[in-house]
């Protein structure tokens, strides 16, 4: 099992460029979300989907769209990326909604000039 | 919306002593409290967690004890290691709200 994987590891953008960061797990896991870490700001909640279909807004949603492709993959979509949005991103799953262990990520360090 | 104040924000101890981190918690409808270490440059990863119906949870040297009434928990490390050195966090799930809210993080150093 590869649990969660994120492309890419490493990206750097200039402002107004558009890119999507790619999740996948393979643990059949129902609920995935997607975070954001900044330094001494612990993780903020972006985007989540309690299951295949459905997503909701977390704290931070602004700047960002999601997709859940299918039960496997959960991408996040920066339309127009922002100095603001230079942060560590994470994309965790788990079994069923927030009453479980979420397995994280990587994370993909995001650099927007 | 549920706030998670978890507090010191950078705790340094010698190897062998104890380390106690605290998080208090405002929506008593949050009844699942996971803790996870971050070692540096790497992903969270869960270390213990406790459900609300628990007032108190050990695994080896790491316990975690909550206070429902008080909405706190905490973390306790015991006999601290230099691996232990991380950033830990804290967070609050209320399946009401179908989303987990993160403490901002303590950075615990064991000084060998």
């Known amino acids: 099992n590869a649990g969660v994987t994120q492309t890419p590891k490493f990206q750097v953008l200039k402002t107004g460029q558009s890119m999507t960061l790619q999740c996948a797990q393979d643990m059949n896991h129902n609920s995935m979300y997607w975070y954001r870490q900044d330094p001494g700001m612990g993780l903020r909640l972006i985007y989540y989907?309690?299951?295949?279909?459905?997503?909701d807004k977390g704290e931070v949603p602004n700047g960002y769209n999601v997709s859940r492709l299918n039960k496997r993959e959960f991408s996040l979509r920066l339309e127009s990326a922002a100095p603001s949005q230079t942060s560590v991103y994470f994309c965790?799953?788990?079994?069923?909604?927030?009453?479980?262990?979420?397995?994280f990520g990587p994370g993909t360090r995001l650099l927007v000039l | 919306g549920e706030n998670v104040e978890q507090h010191p924000s950078t705790l340094s101890v010698q190897e062998g002593d104890s380390a106690v981190i605290k998080c208090t918690y405002s929506d008593s409808a949050s009844n699942y409290f996971p803790w996870y270490k971050q070692e540096l440059g790497k992903r969270p990863q869960l270390i213990i967690d406790?459900?609300?119906?628990?007032g108190e949870k050990k695994d080896q040297r790491i316990a975690v004890t909550l206070n429902k009434t008080a909405k706190h928990f905490s973390l306790h490390i015991t006999e601290t290691q230099p691996e232990d050195s991380a950033v830990y966090f804290c967070a609050a799930s209320n399946p009401n709200a179908g989303k987990s809210t993160f403490g901002d993080g303590t950075t615990l150093t064991v000084k060998p």
């Open positions: 989907s309690a299951s295949e279909g459905t997503t």
């Open positions: 965790a799953s788990s079994s069923r909604q927030v009453q479980e262990t979420q397995y």
């Open positions: 406790i459900r609300s119906n628990v």
